[in-house]
């Protein structure tokens, strides 16, 4: 079992930043290039008990732009809507480019009713959100890591994203779903997530947060750093996150 999730924790982290290094890659360079994942911070919730409402919540938690998807998010939510009113949406982030509007426009010619807007939250009251939250969709064109993916991890929300966004391991652990950016495929995922048991999402958060605490938290990502200090001064070897062109 070790070496199996060892295997599933590089190939994660790998794929977490092979992206940017590839695009370092596409310019010519050809400097060594150390892989190490942004760190997490890991929330004590042992004083935040979940949230309920009278209907259960899909969250979207991001800014409001373009490359952010919620286009197919809207459109799905829709067919959501007619078939489960016990779930209600909420989208929550600061705008950009007056996306806001255009997606509240969007709403309401597709005769949503079930779909809560929130501007930028932060703090405490994001924690909040986050436990009030049965699920997480980021529909996203492009992501180099999607930190909210790793937040709503952390707080226990099971995850629908893209692969657009490097998460393969929200399959790999268990605790969400990695998808094509394809109305037809989220719509699919999305009937999955909302007809699951409350008990059933609850646990794969659960998976979720125990990924991001083993792998993510701050004071691995630090000892990734001293290695590759110390190559760097050579006074320690050549780091094994380290990738090389000779």
Not at 15 to 24: G, S, V, Y
Not at 167 to 174: D, K, P, Q, R
Not at 182 to 210: F, I, K, N, W, Y
């Amino acid at each position: 079992w070790f070496e199996d999730a060892h295997l599933a924790q590089a190939a994660c982290l790998r794929a977490t930043a092979e992206m940017e290094a590839e695009h370092f890659r596409s310019f010519g360079l050809t400097n060594p290039i150390a892989i190490v994942p942004n760190g997490v911070d890991i929330p004590d919730l042992s004083g935040v008990p979940r949230s309920r409402g009278p209907r259960r919540r899909a969250l979207f938690l991001s800014r409001i732009h373009p490359k952010k998807g919620l286009p197919y998010l809207l459109k799905v939510w829709a067919v959501i809507e007619a078939q489960h009113p016990d779930w209600e949406l909420v989208i929550a982030g600061p705008d950009e480019v007056g996306h806001t509007a255009e997606m509240q426009a969007l709403a309401r010619r597709l005769g949503l009713k079930r779909v809560i807007w929130q501007g930028a939250i932060y703090g405490a009251e994001k924690t909040t959100l986050y436990r009030s939250a049965d699920l997480f969709v980021l529909p996203t064109h492009a992501e180099n890591f999607g930190l909210v993916v790793a937040e709503a991890l952390a707080h226990e929300v099971p995850v629908i994203t893209t692969r657009n966004a490097p998460w393969a391991g929200l399959e790999t652990h268990g605790c969400g779903w990695w998808i094509d950016l394809d109305e037809a495929q989220l719509q699919e995922t999305l009937v999955d997530a909302v007809a699951r048991p409350r008990a059933s999402l609850a646990d794969m958060g659960a998976r979720g947060r125990a990924w991001i605490a083993r792998d993510f938290r701050w004071d691995g990502v630090a000892e990734r750093m001293l290695e590759l200090y110390a190559w760097v001064t050579e006074s320690g070897p050549l780091p094994r996150f380290v990738h090389r062109t000779d």
